[in-house]
Nanobody, 123 residues
Framework: QVQLVESGGGLVQTGGSLRLTCAFS????????MAWFRQAPGKEREAVAA????????YYVDSVKGRFTISRDNAKSTIYLQMNNLKPEDTAVYSC????????????????WGQGTQVTVSS
């Protein structure tokens, strides 16, 4: 059974940086597209970034383009989300998710989910 475990969340000031990590186990990592979603209180969950199984394609929601970078290390079965120039509106629970091969931005397409990690950006 695939398991995903996030880490790296925390409290940071506006303009600061964090790097989230998602460790994948229980399956063949190279066969899965991965994504980061976030959900703020009272808001719907949204896709922040996604990356294909090979790592050659990625997607970002417009609000994080130029600030966030998704990457994967297939040798370590891990994905990362480097978040720079953080803003208070980035405050949310961030979760990683996995689905076979093709990256999409719909949460309904993803099969496996991590428990989430809280990111709080103070103004």
């Amino acid at each position: 059974q695939v398991q995903l475990v996030e880490s790296g969340g925390g409290l940071v000031q506006t303009g600061g940086s964090l790097r989230l990590t998602c460790a994948f186990s229980g399956g063949t990592f190279g066969r899965y597209a991965m994504a980061w979603f976030r959900q703020a209180p009272g808001k719907e969950r949204e896709a922040v970034a996604a990356i294909s199984w090979s790592g050659d394609r990625s997607y970002y929601v417009d609000s994080v383009k130029g600030r966030f970078t998704i990457s994967r290390d297939n040798a370590k079965s891990t994905i990362y989300l480097q978040m720079n120039n953080l803003k208070p509106e980035d405050t949310a629970v961030y979760s990683c998710a996995a689905r076979p091969f093709i990256a999409t931005t719909s949460s309904a397409d993803y099969i496996y989910w991590g428990q989430g990690t809280q990111v709080t950006v103070s103004s």
